[in-house]
């Protein structure tokens, strides 16, 4: 037998270990996760009490004013997080409470006002936006109205993880304070096949969902890059049978 057989066949054994090891090794860790219910209609406890919703970037406002309607008018949040109306310039509402905007827009009006009564009502929210790429079917942007998606949720919308990525450790990119980038890295796989929910975090608007290679994955792709830049594609490599 040759050389060439003989490798081939040892690597087929070691692949065959490697499958029987993991085989012994992995498996689903269910048993502490109770049965699903098995109602028609499950119907999903509502939370106590949420937190108050805080303006974003986008959202759009109707400011009314019952003894005053000419004063009524319609904006939206800028990208610097601020408003402006016919009367007041540069008001800064980014994460504030519509009850805080409130109070703002009645301090901002009483020069014009005496006793000002106006209200602000969110017309429209602006959507939610995560970005998921690296290893995964249907990389891209995903918008949702209302509540962000957690992080199974935006994987489940791309299509899944490859099977040369690294689920263990998905990295979450997000621009915090003062738009500070931050990073952080989720447990995919304990999350779906371990089934701790505690591993599934909520995104933020704007996160980017990325998703990198294996390392088996890696050095695949270096030996690739290595056989198309010194190998000819026109040479053809034969074996002989000793």
Not at 130 to 141: C, D, K
Request: aromatic share 10%; with cysteine; proline share 7%.
């Amino acid at each position: 037998m040759s050389k060439y057989f003989r490798n081939y066949f040892n690597q087929i054994a070691l692949l065959l270990c490697v499958i029987v090891v993991t085989g012994c090794a992995g498996g689903n860790n269910y048993k502490d996760i109770p049965t699903a219910p098995s109602n028609i209609r499950p119907i999903a406890q509502p939370a106590g009490k949420l937190p108050l919703y805080k303006l974003q970037v986008g959202d759009t406002l109707d400011i009314k004013f019952p003894l005053n309607p000419e004063l009524n008018e319609s904006v939206s949040v800028r990208p610097d997080g601020m408003i402006s109306t016919s009367i007041a310039r540069d008001i800064l509402v980014y994460n504030l409470s519509v009850s805080k905007v409130n109070e703002l827009l009645e301090f901002a009006y009483s020069e014009l006002l005496d006793k000002p009564m106006l209200s602000v009502i969110v017309r429209s929210y602006a959507p939610t936006r995560i970005y998921v790429s690296g290893e995964v079917n249907a990389p891209g942007e995903y918008v949702t109205i209302g509540q962000p998606m957690t992080l199974t949720q935006a994987i489940a919308r791309a299509g899944g993880i490859k099977n040369s990525g690294q689920d263990k450790k998905v990295l979450i990119i997000r621009r915090g304070e003062g738009e500070n980038p931050e990073s952080f890295v989720a447990n995919y796989y304990a999350a779906t096949q371990g089934g701790d929910v505690t591993q599934d975090p909520r995104l933020a608007s704007y996160d980017v969902v990325f998703v990198p290679k294996t390392d088996t994955a890696l050095v695949y792709e270096e030996y690739e890059q290595m056989i198309k830049q010194f190998v000819s594609p026109g040479v053809n490599a034969t074996y002989t049978i000793d």
